[in-house]
């Protein structure tokens, strides 16, 4: 650039001379033609050189001020310009020449940001399919109160109508639950609350949750059923304080019989009927602290449970037998009848026998004197079964579905005077489930009951 522009003025500078100089020798030549005197002459040809030589100075420092004020800084700009586009061209050429692994790496990228996305999708997938089938209810809201998801369960368990679509349709009716204090006054941490509606005992996990910026953005809310357990729950503080009542009757008996021994003011028959009731008392404790063991080992399955085969008819008639006594004293018909086609039965013999022990000696115990008791073994749908069927006092039919139940009782002060425990029926009930069979009670009030143990046979 800089030799270009120098070009332009040298070129421009030798015109101006060659035209000064045509103009001074055509003037001359004038002059000489007209007879003009040659100092005149040589005048001019001074004064030419005088104006060639002053044009010279003024061009050359024209010249130097245009190389230093632009020549230079645009020789600078096309320099730095040239080794741009230079270095701009190499890479073009490397990029030119690495064109294939430029396209496969894109492709690379392409198919991850692929894989990523259709990941994405299928987590999204996954987590609604997780709350769609979930047995927790599960609801978000937003600041404002409207739904944003619900899961099927969450309509179940809290009978939501089409039209409840806010917070206030569906908590509105319960008066410690409010939105705002879950929000702002509960420290972001989660609060529970139990419900009761139509569908039983819920309970509710409120979570509030934020957004990317760190402020509130809505609540979660958790719904689980714990009807069933509370029903445990009430069942074991029933449990523990029907256990405590049984243990304290006979303690307090024997505690009293026993400090009125001590004081030494009985006579010897007295202090023979003392001693009968403490120890009446300590075999009724002590048979309730069996059951409650063979209960607890139940519970825990550290029972051992060793089946056998065996005959059912033998089995009924021997425990028959085992009442005669009591049946004398009665004066009771007890009638055992056996198929004769009845195969012999698979299971734990001893549990078995318990069991047709405990329903036979109810019957003896509830039905009057003079009554009847039948024992029926059969077989029926692969299973051999026992019935036993009364004509006792029978059952109300608002107390058969509690009868497995521990120390459930139909009539309380009856059964403490014949000696129950209130676990013989629940007892029962755990060896026959051991057993893989069944138990099922019938009965009405003043007409009777009739028990049916189904046993599975020996499979040959």
């Known amino acids: 650039m800089k030799n270009f522009q120098m070009k332009i003025i040298l070129s421009l500078y030798v015109a101006s001379i060659a035209i000064i100089c045509f103009i001074t020798i055509y003037f001359s030549r004038i002059l000489i033609q007209n007879n003009v005197p040659s100092e005149y002459i040589t005048q001019i040809k001074t004064i030419s050189i005088v104006i060639l030589a002053v044009f010279s100075l003024f061009t050359i420092a024209v010249s130097i001020i245009e190389v230093k004020k632009y020549i230079e800084p645009m020789s600078k700009m096309l320099k730095g310009a040239k080794k741009a586009i230079f270095n701009a061209d190499i890479n073009n050429l490397e990029t030119t020449s690495s064109n294939d692994e430029l396209t496969e790496s894109f492709n690379e990228i392409v198919n991850e940001l692929k894989q990523n996305l259709k990941d994405a999708n299928g987590e999204k997938k996954q987590k609604e399919t997780i709350l769609k089938h979930m047995t927790d209810g599960v609801i978000t809201f937003n600041m404002e109160g409207n739904i944003t998801y619900i899961n099927p369960a969450a309509k179940q368990l809290l009978a939501i109508k089409d039209n409840e679509t806010n917070f206030k349709s569906i908590f509105g009716k319960y008066s410690d639950i409010n939105m705002e204090k879950i929000i702002y006054l509960d420290s972001w941490t989660s609060s529970e609350k139990k419900i009761e509606n139509e569908q039983g005992t819920m309970s509710l996990f409120f979570i509030p949750y934020r957004d990317d910026l760190d402020m509130p953005a809505g609540v979660m809310v958790v719904i689980q059923d714990i009807t069933e357990h509370v029903k445990l729950d009430n069942m074991r503080k029933e449990f523990v304080a029907d256990v405590s009542h049984e243990l304290k009757t006979p303690i307090t008996s024997i505690k009293g019989y026993s400090e009125t021994l001590l004081d030494g003011d009985c006579d010897k028959e007295i202090e023979k009927h003392f001693l009968h009731v ?109 019935k036993i069927k009364d004509t006792g006092i029978g059952i109300p039919k608002k107390d058969l579905d509690r009868i497995f139940e521990r120390f459930y009782r139909v009539d309380k002060a009856r059964s403490r005077q014949l000696g129950g425990t209130g676990l013989g029926l629940s007892i029962a009930k755990e060896i026959i489930d051991k057993n893989n069979g069944s138990i099922n009670i019938k009965s009405k009030v003043d007409e009777g009951t009739e028990v049916v143990i189904q046993i599975p046979v020996k499979k040959k």
Request: glycine share 4%.
């Open 278 to 386: 403490i120890d009446d008392n300590a075999d009724r404790m002590e048979k309730l602290v069996q059951d409650l063991l063979t209960l607890s080992k139940y519970d825990s399955d550290r029972v051992t449970n060793k089946p056998t085969e065996f005959d059912l008819g033998d089995l009924a008639k021997s425990c028959k037998e085992k009442f005669d006594i009591e049946i004398k004293k009665k004066n009771q018909a007890v009638n055992c009848f056996v198929t004769a086609d009845v195969p012999n039965v698979y299971a734990d013999r001893d549990g078995i026998e318990r069991v047709i022990l405990n329903i036979l000696s109810n019957s003896i115990k509830y039905t009057p004197e003079g009554g009847k008791i039948d024992i029926y073994v059969g077989y029926v749908h692969n299973d051999a079964y026992i």
